[in-house]
């Protein structure tokens, strides 16, 4: 892999597990990680990586942005049992729903199953299970 894009998979990271909301803090947590660049370097990755910035807001990837919208507007709760989480949807809305889970980056997420209105998810661990209801459950609020 190139240097280009190793950098930009550590952007990639760093907008998904961090609150990043200047180019400033992006540059500087970069550094920190052994990767030297400018402002204008920054400008140029967060540009082609697409990421969107909502007003007040951090930085945020595309398919993020798609994933919490979704979420948003078509699941009405969900619950952790051991290492499978129940989701329930807007009627008609599961397999919505369902796609953009098994499309989405979640840690320990192995797969769904969608009916009409509710989604079973299982994962690797009852953590993981946990860590996929408090994630979502902050997004429906």
């Known amino acids: 892999m190139s240097k280009l894009d190793d950098r930009r998979d550590a952007i990639r990271t ?14 500087d947590r970069l550094r920190e990680l052994g990767y030297d660049c400018t402002q204008a370097t920054i400008s140029r990755d967060i540009t082609e990586l697409r ?14 942005m798609r ?3 979704i979420i948003h507007e078509l699941v009405t709760s969900a619950v952790a049992a051991m290492n499978i989480v129940v989701v329930k949807t807007m009627s008609g809305s ?6 953009v889970l098994d499309t989405s980056k979640f840690e320990g997420l192995l ?3 969608a009916g009409d209105n509710t989604i079973m998810i299982v994962t690797d661990d009852p953590e993981h299970a946990q860590n996929l209801t408090d994630k979502l459950n902050s997004l429906i609020a």
Request: proline letters at 5%.
């Open 51 to 64: 990421l969107e910035k909502p007003a007040g807001s951090c930085y945020m990837l595309p398919e993020d």
């Open 14 to 27: 760093l907008v998904r597990n961090e609150s990043i909301r200047t180019q400033r803090e992006l540059a």
């Open 111 to 113: 797969g769904t199953v």
């Open 67 to 69: 994933f919490q919208r």
């Open 94 to 99: 599961a397999n919505a729903v369902a796609e």
